[in-house]
């Protein structure tokens, strides 16, 4: 039977300056996945910023798990201390923690899923691996369809948009005026554009004031990271600008240290001011928060990884349970058969009831050795009770 | 079987005024109990409408304490439009008590059970005194939103660190549907009012104080919506000019409708 193998490293085991010299882009990861899937296996490779696994399919898992060490190896010898090896159930359970965004350096994080179906799509799969990873995608949607771990910002930029989101509902339209264009504010900016959001300006605190106090009155969002010594918006000027917005509401986010925009605006009216502190202290928050679902989480993951593993070990009785449904049917269409000279008498309608008649009673008869053979095989008794039934029913000599 | 009936709107009622709270404390089991406590308990109360509607000989809702079970009715209803929507449980916290107390205070005066065949029965008194309740009713929503609006306005500026924690509808989404609400309540309470004009005019009827009392009401409304159409006020001034106009209207159905009923 195929057995399911994963050799890889990941943020928990290897430093970055290791983790990059063994991960693989695309057409790698790609060429890989074919070259570790020759003589009849299948394999995929999952690299990310974060780890590099590779998926192995095989009968000989011993074989497998050397060529996989022997490939990562290749590519950077240092990395073999590093490498985790995991099998079947456990390796199933891993790509499902890998998907649901529990393995990663932020819980719940949502690109990983993507970065799993690529994975599958560039493996070469065949039926365990196509199981295993289908599985892993539903069990990542899952969790984020059932739990709240992946709702919640996990970074200044990403708080700062949720929090004009709870300010303005849809951003779609709102525009933007950028203060300085430091790499957290660039981040933000880009968040808010995802979301709809347009930057109407970009400006320097210094040379373009002027731009600034006219833009004011116009824009919704302002994100200051200048490199200013001290305040680069008063709140007077945000006071006249306000006068001129007819009660529309403006956010502010400094991301600047020094700050850029005086603390004394976030006592407006309609002005919601936020500084890098209070930020990060949100998105300390939310983090805690997705802590908290990622056990929830995880029980959804569990429940995955224990139907697959039923899956799996069906396989080990799936020859033995079609063998012998088949030489049932064989059986009973010999019979059949051998009844002709009778049946001969009977109109078409009347040989349609005796050919149900017989199939039921073969599908009854097989109906309980099937279910107990599949429930031996979770128990790991699968393997025994396959060799006795082919041997009870002389299976095997009718295949010799 | 009107008896029958209060009781299970009332209990389902206090259990969604008690579920919001709850869902306050911890958003996820108790929210969604209270919405089903909302849901369930609007059928028990339209089922205890519809009997006294068919027992009475009449307009059944034209004491003041039948009128405020059927303003409860409108209140919950126009709830059940966003309140079963995720990010409005909170609104629940305002309208679910408001409804209980009143339904308790209608059951007090009589007003849930059958037999009370009025006197008012002419299609011009019914269509006064249901325009009249539906604007009410959502004046009360609009007050709702507002109260929602200036909670959450006050947590965005204190910027806590829970503060995505919950999910609240935005401050623009709030004031753009307590707007909304007005809107569409100010000419219902605009033709109501004409219509019970109309007909203290030709009975030559004189001003009572509950008349007063709804033609300040109906003056502060239409200053909120032309100062927010015209005038434009938006967010917390608008929102707190929604509570006082909801106090109007609490002193209206509270305090005088013994008189204007009598």
């Not at chain 2, 404390?25 to 308990?41: D, F, I, N, Y």
């Not at chain 2, 004046?139 to 709702?144: D, H, I, P, S």
Request: aromatic share 6%; glycine share 8%.
């Amino acid at each position: 039977m195929m057995r399911l193998v994963l050799i890889g490293t990941s943020h928990h085991h290897a430093p970055v300056e290791l983790r990059e010299r063994v991960a693989l882009d695309r057409d790698e990861a790609e060429a890989l996945a074919a070259r570790l899937a020759e003589g009849g296996r299948e394999a995929a490779c999952l690299s990310t910023c974060n780890r590099t696994e590779l998926y192995v399919a095989a009968v000989d898992v011993e074989q497998a798990e050397l060529d996989a060490v022997e490939a990562l190896a290749s590519l950077e010898p240092e990395v073999e201390p590093a490498l985790y090896k995991l099998h079947d159930r456990a390796a199933a359970l891993h790509l499902f923690r890998v998907a649901a965004g529990l393995d990663s350096l932020v819980p719940g994080e949502g690109e990983i899923l993507g970065q799993v179906r690529l994975a599958h799509e560039l493996g070469t799969t065949g039926v365990l691996l196509d199981r295993v990873f289908r599985q892993a995608l539903h069990a990542g949607r899952k969790v984020r369809a059932q739990t709240a771990i992946g709702t919640s910002p996990s970074s200044v930029s990403a708080a700062a948009a949720a929090l004009a989101e709870q300010v303005f509902g849809s951003l779609e339209g709102r525009s933007i005026l950028l203060l300085g264009a430091g790499k957290v504010s660039e981040q933000a900016a880009r968040n808010l554009r995802s979301r709809g959001a347009e930057i109407s300006l970009v400006a320097n605190s210094k040379t373009e004031r002027a731009r600034i106090e006219e833009e004011l009155p116009a824009v919704d969002v302002v994100i200051a990271s200048t490199n200013a010594a001290g305040v680069v918006l008063e709140a007077a000027t945000v006071a006249d600008a306000l006068r001129r917005r007819r009660g529309r509401r403006l956010l502010l986010v400094d991301l600047a240290v020094p700050r850029d925009l005086d603390p004394a605006i976030g006592e407006l009216d309609g002005c919601y001011l936020y500084d890098i502190d209070g930020l990060e202290q949100i998105v300390s928050e939310t983090l805690s928060g997705r802590r908290r679902e990622a056990d929830r989480a995880e029980a959804i993951v569990a429940v995955e990884a224990e139907k697959f593993h039923e899956w799996h070990a069906s396989l080990d009785v799936v020859p033995a349970i079609a063998s012998l449904r088949a030489r049932a049917e064989e059986i009973r269409e010999a019979e059949l058969q051998k009844a002709e000279s009778l049946l001969g008498r009977l109109d078409e309608s009347q040989r349609r009831a005796v050919e149900a008649v017989t199939a039921q009673i073969v599908n009854k008869l097989l109906h309980l050795p099937t279910v107990r053979m599949k429930q031996a095989a979770v128990a790991a008794d699968g393997v025994l009770y396959a060799e006795t039934v082919r041997h009870l029913f002389g299976l095997d000599e009718d295949e010799r | 079987l009107a008896e029958l009936l209060f009781w299970p709107a009332l209990l389902l009622y206090g259990e969604a005024a008690v579920g919001y709270f709850g869902d306050v404390r911890r958003p996820g089991g108790a929210g969604r109990a209270a919405t089903w406590g909302v849901r369930l308990g609007w059928l028990a109360q339209t089922a205890l409408l519809a009997v006294q509607a068919a027992r009475d000989d009449g307009f059944p809702w034209g004491t003041w304490a039948s009128s405020l079970s059927l303003f409860v009715w409108l209140v919950v209803s126009a709830y059940l439009i966003w309140g079963c929507r995720r990010r409005y449980r909170l609104l629940g916290l305002v309208v679910m008590p408001l409804a209980v107390a009143l339904l308790v205070i209608a059951r007090a005066g009589g007003g849930t059970g059958g037999g009370t065949a009025s006197h008012y029965s002419n299609l011009f008194l019914v269509v006064h005194v249901g325009l009249v309740l539906a604007a009410f009713a959502g004046f009360t929503l609009a007050a709702a939103l507002s109260a929602l609006y200036i909670w959450q306005e006050r947590r965005l500026k204190a910027s806590p660190a829970t503060i995505l924690r919950r999910q609240v509808p935005a401050l623009a989404t709030l004031d753009s549907l307590a707007l909304r609400t007005v809107a569409w309540s100010v000419p219902l309470l605009t033709l109501g009012v004409a219509v019970g004009l109309v007909r203290l005019v030709a009975r030559g009827d004189r001003l009572d104080a509950v008349i007063a009392a709804t033609a300040a009401t109906w003056v502060v409304w239409c200053a909120y919506l032309g100062l927010r159409l015209v005038g434009g006020w938006a967010g917390r001034r608008a929102a707190y000019l929604a509570l006082a106009g909801f106090v109007l209207v609490v002193v209206v159905r509270l305090a005088l409708p013994a008189t204007h009923f009598a």
